[in-house]
């Protein structure tokens, strides 16, 4: 009963093309997260969204647009792909703002 | 800025050793603290917290000291075992909204 899920786990795209990772939390939590891990294991915030609404948008090019149907799920598409978009990206999850944050595993993305 | 940083981004130790990782952060406003354990591979997980209104909290081998007159938080591991190698973060609620801010990282790797 995976917490925090996110597909696809593994991606290899062009640049210049467009991709989505979708996220699901089934742990009734408010509050989901975009994080970019890089090659330094920096974890970034991208986007925090509190029951659909967006409250975090940090400096992220906007060929990035977060989107939340409802306060289970929250997608990421991201257009016209560049090298340097090649990164982690996890998904995650905390009852409101600031507290716990729990992540899914991963989508290891990689732009050639 | 609102940066929390490591002293130690590699930390060797002998099987059976205790281990212990250091975090500084730099704001002082942050309540809220955490020690994520990122294996390879994986996505990071909670470990344990602390609050600002505590100087340290236990867990299962691991204990969390905070000195808040330092700005300094470390992550005690006791008996350290193999499986306890992967990337350690600390994370302060430093952030806009509250969110979770995540230093660099130090990878922990435990020698049989």
């Known amino acids: 009963d995976t917490a925090v899920s996110q597909t696809p786990k593994y991606l290899v795209t062009q640049m210049g093309n467009d991709k989505s990772i979708k996220c699901e939390q089934n742990?009734?939590?408010?509050?989901m997260y975009w994080y970019k891990q890089d090659s330094k294991k920096f974890l970034k915030i991208m986007f925090s969204?509190?029951?659909?609404?967006?409250?975090i948008n940090e400096t992220v090019p906007n060929r990035f647009s977060p989107k939340s149907p409802d306060k289970a799920h929250l997608n990421l598409h991201i257009n016209s792909l560049e090298l340097g978009d090649s990164a982690v990206y996890f998904c995650?999850?905390?009852?409101?703002?600031?507290?716990?944050?729990?992540f899914g595993e991963g989508s290891w993305l990689t732009v050639v | 800025g609102e940066n929390v940083g490591l002293h130690l981004p590699t930390l060797s130790v002998q099987e059976g050793d205790n281990s212990i990782i250091n975090c500084a952060y730099s704001?002082?406003?942050?309540?809220?603290f955490i020690w994520y354990k990122q294996e390879s591979g994986k996505g990071p997980q909670f470990i344990i917290d602390?609050?600002?209104?505590?100087d340290k909290r236990q867990g299962q081998r691991v204990t969390v000291l905070l000195n808040k007159t330092v700005k300094h938080l470390s992550l005690q591991i006791a008996a350290t075992q193999p499986g306890d190698s992967a990337v350690y973060f600390c994370?302060?609620?430093?952030?806009?909204?509250?969110?979770?801010?995540f230093g660099k990282g130090t990878k922990l790797s435990v020698k049989p």
């Open positions: 995650a999850s905390s009852p409101y703002p600031g507290n716990t944050i729990y």
């Open positions: 742990l009734g939590h408010d509050t």
């Open positions: 969204y509190n029951n659909k609404e967006l409250i």
């Open positions: 704001n002082s406003a942050s309540d809220y």
């Open positions: 602390i609050r600002s209104n505590m």
């Open positions: 994370a302060e609620t430093g952030g806009s909204q509250g969110n979770l801010i």
